[in-house]
């Protein structure tokens, strides 16, 4: 695992070149030649004290030696002119390795700045590794920062993913690995270490933790180190023919280069890894693999790829090409993992029905949905593993289908590590697949279904999404079960959007809905008008229809399973397919809309798309629901509505609710500035941590404005940093009976440390003030209240700037005034108000009694699901 002084160093020599080196690629370079020039240094100082000699600064080159930069004789040109020339003529050196002169081909300086350099080759020159192993893993968190190349769609695999997905290859010692779009090499480093642990006498599968079963670390510091592996179980000729099998090719220059360095580093002296454009080149058509493991590029460039005739598949598609070029080029017993955009998955295109069904019949035995967000922050893109093998597929007529829901950390930018974990479980489960393959077969476990080629071959589109084989759960309910799109009851209309940039569309008398008129907390919205109004033009000019009074509006783009009932006639946006009631004897729209909403985990399902999913109207005609008689539905309609009646009487009293002090004229009113607290602000300066210094777990508890509600802490999602951080932290250190305020975003919400008595340490970010009381004038629960008035908010209100972000400004603030009256009477007014939040509670769980109620009257139309 890489330490976290490695980590540190790299981090500040990339600060430091950030400056004068902005794109990230260029400073892995630069941090790469200048790491690898001292690593030759290092090796020819160890042959030294070893009483040998010199191997790489030797004859000629002996003057740029890594130790002649550092005399402090020279000045910062003459320096800054050593160093240059240097690297720039160190591919001509004969006394290193080809591999090493390929490194330095074309290397310079990008800048003459004499104190940049000094300051970058002091923090490289505190690296000192004698070994290369350790260096890898410094190299591999270097290249973490290269994250996406956008321009030909090429996204860094993260390294969790990487080895789950060579866990279930398992490539052998004897067997020839490939990867036809290597980038930094990843795949092709983690199969070598797989094989090295595997034929290591020290290697206990019991013990050993994957790592993608790895928790609470966070992706950059995801590296292998398998140092205490040895292979010992190989032969010199078994190691010899296990490097010879490792290949790579890449069509970028630069990623050639990282990837010679990043095998290097790991233990392959003369790696294999080719300058090669693997869609357009004929010269290694002909090479095939055991293994083959890949992220490819999933972005053509505009007008598409121009391939040479040999495919199998004509496409201009690269996604389509390489997973093409993949499968074909595995030996008769070869087995591959590829990832994939969904649209390899399910569009219909016929290059891509056609490699879809080539694979169903000859390659594919199972497709690992991933999460959307597993490349984040580079891109939030969707995305899919297809386990090709050319031998199982010969033994099962099945394809088996999982759903990785979590990877371990969280699908935001920073990519934080969580609890939820799928990835372990999944590899549990293609084992005991693998095991049980040619004994028999198993339906269904977990989020692993196993559906029949023949069942995938007969949809028109051979479509590869799991969730649309998954059989709807069997309902006993005592009532038929009837199709949406059963056309003697209902019918499905979608809806449409008229031309945004033709004004006549736009502001008339149609009421025209979208997802904003829909609330997310409503069961069921009541619809009688709409925020946004279209004209006839803008009717006639679409695909919008008007909708009749009473049908059933349910959300099927992006947010899924909103549903309302229109109670005038309107028109809705293409986001919806909305149902019509043509039968008024056989159903009440007020019951369909209630069992409608039973149905959104199905609606999910079966929708499909990348960044915003949607569920298309032909599947939508297949969901089904209880229908029984008219009078039973008017009796339940009633008994659901009576309860929406409770919450809605409920909820009126929760969100009038605000605390109110009646202010006696007596009392004295002082400016924050003279009141009897002190204004702490959070903490903002350089020592301020980092998206890496977070965990979910740690010493001390960092509060930010998100763990703020108007009136209390939220738990939600809480972070914690290091003993080591929360010590150079200079401020916002939160004490017992501190009341906390925030200043930005979320202005105003406020919370009280009493909350959080099971937390030791805890501090607040710049967003939030900590107000610490003279208890003698003014008690915490009182002041805690006094924030949640209206009169308080009201006068936040008046002093708060800014519109995107805004914030409530200290200077300002100390002019807010607070009513002060006698401590006693502060004791009054905090157990009143404490008596009216009890009223509160009570209405709260009322709301949530009767909103059980209301879920278990529909379940209980529905019947208990087996």
């Known amino acids: 695992m890489l330490d976290t002084e490695t980590k540190r160093r790299i981090d500040t020599a990339r600060d430091i070149l950030v400056g004068k080196v902005p794109d990230p690629k260029s400073q892995v370079e630069q941090i790469t030649i200048a790491l690898i020039y001292k690593f030759m240094d290092d090796m020819d100082l160890e ?36 160093y240059s020339e240097a690297i720039m003529k160190m591919n001509v050196n004969p006394n290193i390795p080809q591999l090493f002169r390929d490194i330095f081909k074309n290397a310079y300086l990008p800048y003459r700045d004499p104190e940049t350099l000094k300051v970058f080759l002091k923090v490289i020159n505190d690296f000192t590794y004698d070994h290369s192993e350790k260096l890898g893993d410094a190299f591999e968190y270097l290249l973490s920062v290269l994250g996406s190349q956008g321009e030909a769609g090429q996204f860094r695999t993260p390294r969790h993913i990487i080895d789950f997905m060579v ?11 490939l990867d036809p779009a290597c980038g930094t090499a990843g795949f092709l480093i983690s199969s070598y270490k797989h094989i090295i642990k595997h034929n290591s006498s020290n290697y206990n599968p019991k013990e050993e933790t994957k790592t993608f079963e790895v928790k609470d670390v ?14 010992d179980k190989l032969t010199p000729d078994e190691r010899s023919r296990l490097a010879k099998n490792i290949k790579g090719y890449d069509i970028s220059p630069d990623m050639v280069r990282l990837s010679l360095v990043n095998m290097y580093l790991h233990g392959l002296h003369s790696p294999l890894i080719h300058e090669y454009d693997t869609l357009t080149s004929e010269d290694k058509w002909n090479e095939y693999a055991d293994v083959i493991l890949a992220n490819p590029p999933f972005m053509s460039p505009k007008g598409g790829i121009r391939p040479h005739k040999r495919f199998s598949i004509t496409s201009k598609r690269s996604e389509v090409l390489f997973v093409d070029y993949i499968a074909e080029h595995l030996t008769p017993n070869g087995r591959a993992a590829v990832i994939v955009p969904e649209g390899v998955i399910f569009q219909s295109g016929t290059a891509y029905k056609n490699l879809r069904k080539m694979l169903v019949e000859n390659y594919l035995v199972g497709v690992i949905s991933l999460p959307a967000g597993v490349f984040q922050p580079y891109s939030g893109v969707k995305t899919s593993i297809l386990w090709l093998d050319r031998t199982l597929v010969k033994k099962t007529d099945k394809i088996l289908f999982i759903k990785i829901d979590n990877d371990g950390f969280d699908l935001g930018a920073q990519r934080r590590p969580i609890k939820q974990n799928d990835l372990p479980e999944s590899s549990k489960c293609i084992k005991e697949y693998l095991s049980i ?21 007969s949809t028109h589109d051979i479509n590869l999404r799991g969730e649309r084989y998954k059989k709807q759960s069997v309902s006993i309910s005592e009532f038929p079960l009837i199709e949406l ?37 409503n069961l069921i919205s009541n619809i009688y008008k709409s925020e946004r109004k279209i004209t006839q033009k803008g009717l006639k000019t679409s695909s919008a229809r008007l909708i009749p009074v009473n049908s ?3 959300s099927t ?32 729209p007020e019951f369909v809309a209630l069992m409608v909403t039973n149905l959104k985990e199905r609606m999910m399902e079966l929708a499909s798309g990348g960044t915003f999913k949607e569920l298309s109207k032909s599947n939508f005609k297949t969901l089904q629901i209880p229908l029984p008689p008219l009078s039973v539905q008017e009796e339940i309609v009633a008994e659901i509505e009576s309860y929406q009646k409770i919450i809605d009487g409920a909820r009126q009293v929760v969100e009038n609710y605000k605390p109110r002090i009646d202010i006696d004229p007596e009392w004295p009113m002082v400016e924050f500035k003279d009141a009897p607290f002190e204004i702490i602000d959070g903490d903002r300066g350089k020592n301020y941590p980092k998206g890496d210094d977070f965990s979910s777990t740690g010493y001390c508890l960092f509060l930010n404005t998100k763990n703020v509600r108007p009136n209390g802490f939220n738990f939600d999602e809480l972070m914690f940093v290091s003993k080591e951080k929360d010590e150079i932290l200079s401020k916002g250190k939160l004490k017992r009976e501190d009341v906390v305020l925030t200043t930005r975003g979320t202005v105003g919400n406020t919370a009280y440390y009493d909350d959080l008595v099971s937390f030791e340490h805890i501090r607040i970010n710049s967003g939030m003030l900590i107000f610490r009381l003279n208890r003698e004038k003014l008690i915490p629960p009182y002041l805690f209240l006094y924030f949640q008035t209206e009169n308080c908010q009201e006068q936040f209100k008046k002093i708060i700037s800014g519109a995107a972000q805004p914030q409530l400004p200290i200077r300002d603030l100390k002019y807010a005034k607070i009513p002060l009256p006698p401590i006693d009477i502060q004791k009054s007014i ?6 009216e939040q009890s009223l509160i509670i009570s209405n709260k769980e009322l709301i949530r009694k009767y909103e059980q109620k209301i879920k278990d009257r529909i379940a209980k139309v529905w019947g208990n699901e087996i």
């Open 47 to 82: 042959s030294e004290e070893l009483g040998g000699e010199r191997s790489f600064f030797k004859g000629d080159f002996e003057k740029y030696s890594w130790r002649r930069i550092f005399d402090p004789r020279m000045g910062g040109f003459e320096i800054l002119n050593l």
């Open 167 to 177: 866990e279930i290859i398992d490539p052998k010692k004897d067997e020839t690995i």
């Open 218 to 231: 966070h992706l950059d510091e995801l590296t292998i180190n398998s140092k205490k592996y040895s292979g």
């Open 437 to 457: 393959i040619s004994m028999g077969t198993i339906n269904e476990f977990g989020n692993e279904i196993l559906i029949s080629k023949e069942e995938v071959r």
């Open 485 to 521: 799109g059963d056309e003697s009851i209902f019918e499905i209309e979608s809806g449409g959007t008229p031309k945004s940039q033709d004004p006549e569309c736009w502001n008339g008398d149609i009421d025209w809905i979208t997802l904003v008129d829909l609330p997310a907390e």
């Open 552 to 554: 059933i509006i349910v």
């Open 557 to 588: 783009r992006a947010t899924i399973g909103r549903i309302g009932i229109n109670r005038v006639e309107l028109a809705t946006n293409q986001g919806f397919k909305n149902v019509i009631v043509k039968d008024p004897n056989r159903a009440v």
């Open 830 to 835: 905090v157990k009143e108000i404490i008596q």
